[in-house]
T-cell receptor, first 118, second 113 residues
Framework: GAVVSQHPSRVICKSGTSVKIECRSLDFQATTMFWYRQFPKKSLMLMATSNEGSKATYEQGVEKDKFLINHASLTLSTLTVTSAHPEDSSFYIC??????????????FGSGTQLSVL | QQQVKQSPQSLIVQKGGISIINCAYENTAFDYFPWYQQFPGKGPALLIAIRPDVSEKKEGRFTISFNKSAKQFSLHIMDSQPGDSATYFCAASTPSGNTPLVFGKGTRLSVIA
């Protein structure tokens, strides 16, 4: 099946620094990628929808200047947490859709990134 | 507004028993209903999914039952095993190439020997 690779799996950083998380579709082209945030024992909260070659669409309450998303190619989307603070500590998950217009039947998730901001 | 309501929040089942997790939705435009399994520190993995044109779908020990009129769907795990212990999320989406999934709040399943 299709694979979505997310890197790094875990990152610890100091407050005020920026962290970049990569999401790659390994064997398919992903025109749409989604970024989620998940707090412990909670559900996935959609942060933004990323379409290749265009600006990401952010959900209400998500700061676009804080969480920079770049989807420069059909196989790579990045999420950069800028000037990270302890409250940004969370589990971040990306997902990518195989075949445009095919809905969510071809949606695959990355393995997640645990961000800890000290 | 929670578009997909999932219950129970947690579930403990004896090994060999049946685990049942329920979800209800409001949006009649939803036409795709997947279940995801998530282990700690990992991303969700698609377990099984159903569309409203069928009332039941079975894959191995996992079965989805779908009741369109009641706007409810459920996951049944037969012969539950300790390895099934995980968090399960139901989800739903509308017909669109770019519509994101709407997730339930999750059910933490523990299968005890």
């Amino acid at each position: 099946g299709a694979v979505v690779s997310q890197h790094p799996s875990r990152v610890i950083c100091k407050s005020g620094t920026s962290v970049k998380i990569e999401c790659r579709s390994l064997d398919f082209q992903a025109t749409t990628m989604f970024w989620y945030r998940q707090f412990p024992k909670k559900s996935l909260m959609l942060m933004a929808t990323s379409n290749e070659g265009s600006k990401a669409t952010y959900e209400q309450g998500v700061e676009k200047d804080k969480f920079l998303i770049n989807h420069a190619s059909l196989t790579l989307s990045t999420l950069t947490v800028t000037s990270a603070h302890p409250e940004d500590s969370s589990f971040y998950i990306c997902s990518a859709r195989d075949l445009p217009g095919q809905g969510n039947e071809k949606l695959f998730f990355g393995s997640g990134t645990q961000l800890s901001v000290l | 507004q929670q578009q997909v309501k999932q219950s129970p929040q947690s579930l403990i089942v004896q090994k060999g028993g049946i685990s049942i997790i329920n979800c209800a939705y409001e949006n009649t435009a939803f036409d795709y209903f997947p279940w995801y399994q998530q282990f700690p520190g990992k991303g969700p993995a698609l377990l099984i999914a159903i569309r409203p044109d069928v009332s039941e779908k079975k894959e191995g020990r996992f079965t989805i039952s779908f009741n369109k009129s009641a706007k409810q769907f459920s996951l049944h795990i037969m012969d539950s095993q300790p390895g099934d212990s995980a968090t399960y999320f139901c989800a739903a989406s509308t017909p669109s190439g770019n519509t994101p999934l709407v997730f339930g709040k999750g059910t933490r399943l523990s299968v005890i020997a």
